[in-house]
Structures are given as structure tokens and as C-alpha cells.
């Protein structure tokens, strides 16, 4: 996650990229331990299934140059519940989304920006 990424995100949906990704890691681990229908309508009210395509979009869209709509086929087809195939290819777009704001809060915890001199 950068700059870049946060503003296009923003442009986009209106939102904060930052913190919604720190919302859905909140209800993501609130929601722990409860049915997994009552846990994915707690995250759905957070981040929507547009909301999370655009997120997955803008993470990588420079890198990997996947457009939107074949993002948004891949998240349909995996669909937000746990299936019977066993492949990673094939994990619901919510734990994808839990992985992935998991990392870039590690990856933010574990560099911090050096402190600027004052001057």
C-alpha cells in the first residue's frame, strides 16, 4: 500500500483505503468464533463486495496490471464462504482481504519512518 494506491482508492469509492482495512480487520476479529453467515454479514457491512474489488485493484493494479472486471470475476467465483475445493486459489475474497490487511499492518508495524531533524 502506498500513496498512490490510497488516493486512487479514494477517487474511486470516496473512502479511506487505510481505514478500511483497519475497520475490516476489527470486525474480521470481532467477528471470530461466531457462524460463518453471521461473521461475512458482519464484514459485508464494512466492506462490500465492490469496495473490497476496488481494494484488491488498487493494491496491485501497477504491478500486475489486472484489470477491474477480471479482479471482480475471480472474487465471484471464489465466492465469501468457505468451499469444499482445496486450493488457494479458491480461498473467499474475505480471507483474502483478512491476509492481505493483515500483512500491510505487519509490514506498517515493522518499519517506521525515520524521524525528521528539526530545522
Known sequence: MDLLSMRNFKKDTGQCLWSTLIDFLRVYAASEGKGALDRMSDIYHVVDFE?????????????????????????????????????????????????????????????????????
Open 51 to 119: 469496495t473490497a474489488s476496488y481494494i484488491f485493484f488498487h493494491l496491485i493494479e501497477r504491478e500486475h496490471k489486472v484489470p477491474l472486471e477480471e479482479i471482480q470475476d475471480a472474487m465471484f467465483r471464489v465466492g465469501w464462504l468457505v468451499n469444499s475445493t482445496d486450493s488457494d486459489m479458491a480461498e473467499p475474497w474475505p480471507l483474502v482481504m483478512a491476509l492481505l490487511a493483515h500483512e500491510i499492518n505487519s509490514e506498517f508495524n515493522e518499519v517506521s519512518p525515520p524521524k525528521k531533524s528539526d530545522t
